[in-house]
């Protein structure tokens, strides 16, 4: 990595591509997934290693309860497994794990692994790494709109109060600065519902590699391409 370029304050990543991963081996989606949780373990070390402040991952979109029960049987399974060993973990990687999403429809055992990983993190300073679960882009600028109406509502404020920068405190991602860079592997081009208000400005990197295969190199790479970018916010350079 040249050390005098500027490493992205937050990164965000769409996990795709372990059911393709799968099914070339000729094993179960399932194993996919299993073999992706392992990959996400690793990149947010890589990650944190790499100076990355925060690491936004889309684990599971609100259009992802369209698959059949028993594969999201074993995606929330995994993020329990997930949830446990980070536990263990976080404080000594000092990572810490925050979420974006409708958590209330988690059951009982996933919101408390969530609410101790929220306590946990609240006492530490590194890495951020923000896992999306139930999370969708739509649902966020609602959820952020219906909270803001209720605060108008109740006299807090008025319609005039409401600024971008107002509007922002109400979205899962309140306090973070936009993502510079979103990767998205698996081989396809769209946003598929993740980040819509955060992303306005992200540079996109797309890979065909399949999120199972994703290493640190391919994080160095995408980092490489986002260097070599000319960012101009619609200015002139
Ligand atoms: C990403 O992999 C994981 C989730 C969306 C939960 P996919 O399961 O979408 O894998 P492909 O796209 O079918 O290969
Ligand atoms: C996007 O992947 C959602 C997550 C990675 C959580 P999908 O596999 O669900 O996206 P589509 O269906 O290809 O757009
Ligand atoms: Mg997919």
């Known amino acids: 990595m040249e050390e005098n370029l500027k490493i992205p304050a937050h990164v965000a990543l769409i996990l795709d591509g372990n059911g393709r991963w799968a099914k070339k081996r000729g094993l179960p989606r399932q194993m996919g997934h299993k073999k992706g949780c392992e990959t996400v ?12 402040q925060y690491l936004t991952v889309y684990g599971f979109s609100t259009e992802n309860w369209k698959r059949p029960k028993e594969e999201v049987d074993t995606i929330m399974s995994l993020l329990k497994a ?12 000092n990572v810490r794990l925050c979420f974006m999403g409708d958590m209330s429809v988690l059951n009982d055992e996933l919101k408390a692994l969530v609410d101790h990983c929220n306590e946990i993190s609240a006492k530490l300073d590194g890495c951020q790494c923000n896992i999306c679960i139930n999370y969708g882009g739509r649902a ?22 409401l600024t971008e920068e107002t509007f922002e405190t109400y979205l899962y991602s309140q306090g973070i600065p936009s993502p510079e860079l979103l990767i998205r592997p698996g081989g396809e081009q769209r946003l598929s519902n993740f980040l819509l208000w955060q992303c306005a400005y992200s540079e996109f990197y797309y890979t065909d590699v399949l999120w199972p295969d994703f290493s640190k190199e391919e994080l160095q790479k995408a980092i490489l391409a986002f260097q070599r970018r000319n960012r101009r916010f619609g200015g002139l350079s």
Do not use: H
């Open 82 to 93: 997930y949830l446990l060993e980070a536990i263990d973990t976080m404080e000594r990687d």
């Open 41 to 52: 373990e690793q990149i947010v070390e890589d990650a944190a290693r790499l100076g990355i």
């Open 140 to 161: 966020e600028i609602v959820q952020a709109a219906r909270r803001f109406a209720a605060d108008c509502a109740n006299g807090n404020c008025s319609p005039e109060d």
